[in-house]
Structures are given as structure tokens and as C-alpha cells.
């Protein structure tokens, strides 16, 4: 049971390329989220998908966007990378219920130049 | 003023000890709330999770709520070494939706 899948797991980038981070989930859960993680900034919200078919902004939305691709799949994309993106991106998904935790990818580096 | 707040620490205990770290949180209508432990250059994982006021006991580690000051604590007894890490205190509001997290706690438990 793989549980949440993020690729790729490094990336480097130069300031205005564009990335997709990819992100799947096997545990049938209808919500899923990208955080980024910056030193001492602790886990902040960019975007989440609460079912299939819906996403709404986070706390740090400017500069990405997102797709649902499906209920398993959800994807970060950045269209033209700036320095201040560097950061650890986690992938997480969970059941739509207040009393239900968040299950974490293995998180992608990221390190825009 | 952040929505979730805690003591970036470090937090340096001796083993055997019981640590005790602490977050406050600025949302009223919260509903649920969590701790996640994190080890450097890993994931998140989760330690205990809280939804009344009180305590919650799970082996060494006990969660402590208190709604009307609006702050949730986890307390480690026993502390050991590998207890070593940063502790992420998590609240979510209504909805069930948004899950907003504090710079977490830096703890060292010295051998």
C-alpha cells in the first residue's frame, strides 16, 4: 500500500521555467492538499482540493496553480519559477471530516535558481 | 498575529523527562486538532490527534486541550532520544477542510 506517492522527489529549476509536481494517493480519500516548507515557517497551506472537481486557494497561493485530475491525482503546477519557490512540497490527503488526520507524501525539494 | 502559534525552541530536556510543548491558536470556531512529529528531511507523521477539551492519553504522549484560552499542548514522558525532533502543533476549523499548521518545536532529548 503505497499510501501518497509524490515525483519527482528533487528538482532543480531556473528562475522562470515551469514544473509540474505530481501527486497520487491510494487510500480512496476524497480531500488533498500542497504545503510548502520553508526553515521556521512550518507547513503553510497553498492549495487544496476538498472533492473532485473543487479547489480553493490556501494561505500561499500566488504564483501556482493546481489540477484534480481525478480523485487519485492532484497536481502543483508552477508556470514561471522564481527563487522565492524554493522550498520542501509536500502532497497530502485525508477524508472530508473535521476528526480525520492528514496523510503525508515523501515531499519534493525543490531549488529554483 | 499568526493563526497558530508555538515556541520554535530548541526545547532541550534531559532522557527520562517529560516534555512539554505548547501551542495557542487564534480561530475560535476549531474544531480539531493535532500534533505531528516530524524527523529532519522527512515527512510529517502523526502523533495524536484531539477534539475536546481535556486530556488524551496514548502510551507516553498526552494531549491537553483547552478550548476557552484556545490552546492544545503534548506532553512526552519518558522522553528518549529518539524522541528527537520537530513538533508540529495542526488546527483545522470548520468544514473539515483546511488544516492550518504552527512553525512547530525543535526538541532535543539528550542522552
Known amino acids: 500500500n503505497a499510501g501518497v506517492t509524490q515525483t519527482p522527489k528533487f528538482q532543480v529549476l531556473k528562475t522562470g521555467q515551469s514544473m509540474t509536481l505530481q501527486c497520487a494517493q491510494d487510500?480512496?480519500?476524497?480531500?488533498m492538499y500542497w504545503y510548502r516548507q520553508d526553515p521556521g515557517m512550518g507547513l503553510r497551506l497553498i492549495y487544496y482540493?476538498?472533492?473532485?472537481?473543487?479547489?480553493d486557494k490556501g494561505e500561499v497561493p500566488n504564483g501556482y496553480n493546481v489540477s484534480r485530475l481525478n480523485k487519485r491525482e492532484f497536481s502543483l503546477r508552477l508556470e514561471s519559477a522564481a527563487p522565492s519557490q524554493t522550498s520542501v512540497y509536500f502532497c497530502?490527503?485525508?477524508?472530508?471530516?473535521?476528526?480525520?488526520?492528514?496523510?503525508f507524501g515523501n515531499g519534493t525539494r525543490l531549488t529554483v535558481t | 498575529q499568526k493563526e497558530v502559534e508555538q515556541n520554535s525552541g530548541p526545547l532541550s530536556v534531559p532522557e527520562g523527562a517529560i516534555a512539554s510543548l505548547n501551542c495557542t491558536y487564534s480561530d475560535r470556531g476549531s474544531q480539531s486538532f493535532f500534533w505531528y512529529r516530524q524527523y529532519s528531511g522527512k515527512s510529517p507523521e502523526l502523533i495524536m490527534s484531539?477534539?475536546?477539551?481535556g486530556d488524551k492519553e496514548d502510551g507516553r504522549f498526552t494531549a491537553q486541550l483547552n478550548k476557552a484560552s484556545q490552546y492544545v499542548s503534548l506532553l512526552i514522558r519518558d522522553s528518549q532520544p529518539s524522541d528527537s525532533a520537530t513538533y508540529l502543533c495542526a488546527v483545522r476549523g470548520t468544514g473539515g477542510f483546511k488544516t492550518i499548521f504552527g512553525a512547530g518545536t525543535r526538541l532535543f532529548v539528550k542522552a
Open positions: 487510500m480512496n480519500h476524497n480531500s
Open positions: 484531539i477534539y475536546s477539551n
Open positions: 482540493s476538498a472533492s473532485e472537481g473543487t479547489t
Open positions: 497530502a490527503s485525508s477524508v472530508p471530516s473535521n476528526n480525520s488526520p492528514l496523510h
